[in-house]
């Protein structure tokens, strides 16, 4: 199970912490997403961090947002400064397996939305 929280509405030029904490996985051997899907939008991948720890981020997001993992707390982040309106979006926690793919999971998805 995965659970998210930290969403919210803030103001453009401002930040969020996103937060998902897992729980019944073995944490560590999971590659850690966050996804976003805007209405009329499809789903996007915003950030991930593997197992390994190399971090990848949409190009829409670098240098803004940071994906940061706690293994010992089975928690992923995810540090947003400098929202920008364009980043308003229901996002999503993915644990997707290092290499048993048919261990996918997500969360119930936490509201973020970006005022002018």
């Known amino acids: 199970q995965l659970v998210e929280s930290g969403g919210g509405s803030v103001q453009a030029g401002g930040s969020l912490r996103l937060t998902c904490t897992a729980s019944?996985?073995?944490?560590?051997?999971?590659?850690m997403g966050w996804y976003r899907q805007a209405p009329g939008k499809q789903r996007e991948l915003v950030a991930v961090?593997?197992?390994?720890?190399?971090?990848d981020y949409a190009d829409s997001v670098k240098g803004r947002f940071t994906i940061f993992r706690d293994n010992a707390r089975n928690t992923v982040y995810l540090q947003m400064n400098s929202l920008k309106p364009e980043d308003t979006a229901v996002y999503y926690c993915?644990?997707?397996?290092?290499?048993?793919?048919?261990?996918?999971?997500w969360g119930q998805g936490t509201q973020v939305t970006v005022s002018s």
């Open positions: 993915n644990a997707a397996h290092s290499y048993m793919t048919a261990l996918n999971y």
């Open positions: 019944g996985i073995s944490f560590s051997m999971y590659d």
């Open positions: 961090i593997p197992r390994g720890g190399t971090t």
